[in-house]
């Protein structure tokens, strides 16, 4: 399906994920994120829109040349999509409610698809997830881009 005009991305590789409220000058700009440049973060309590947001980057993901890879439930099954991911250069990973999924991760192999989760967004591999505002600060702190869901305060993300 043809997305809105607002959500197509320019320039074509760009995947719009947000629309930044500017009300000083009574304004809204699309925020759009290279998945080549760094993962993208969105961050906000249970029902901010964070899932809706990955769904609207995956729903992109072919406009930018990208594959979009949902991270699996299952702690297994996520470490093998993981582990293939790595192996394909187009691929974009959606990781949703992460310090769930990495907490479920830490049981499998050691902890190493925990390192492999935080390694992909140390490389700037392709990577957005989405997480509630007392996520650890590590999964920001490479970020291209970090959104905050309205209902958060900006003080206490992260």
């Known amino acids: 399906p043809a997305l809105p005009p607002v959500w197509r991305a320019e320039p074509r590789d760009h995947i719009a994920i947000a629309l930044a409220d500017h009300p000083e000058r009574r304004a809204r700009s699309r925020v759009a994120w290279d998945p080549r440049a760094g993962a993208a973060v969105i961050v906000g309590p249970a029902r901010s829109g964070r899932t809706s947001a990955l769904r609207a980057i995956a729903a992109q993901a072919e406009l930018a040349g990208m594959r979009a890879v949902w991270l699996p439930r299952d702690p297994r099954e996520a470490a093998r999509t993981l582990a293939l991911a790595e192996r394909i250069d187009d691929v974009l990973l959606l990781v949703d409610d992460a310090q769930a999924c990495l907490t479920r991760l830490a049981a499998v192999d050691e902890g190493a698809a925990v390192d492999a989760v ?17 996520a650890p600060a590590r999964l920001a702190g490479t970020a291209a881009v970090l959104a905050v869901m309205v209902g958060t305060d900006a003080q206490a993300m992260l």
């Open 118 to 134: 935080h390694a992909r967004l140390q490389t700037g591999r392709p990577t957005a997830l989405a997480c509630a505002p007392h």
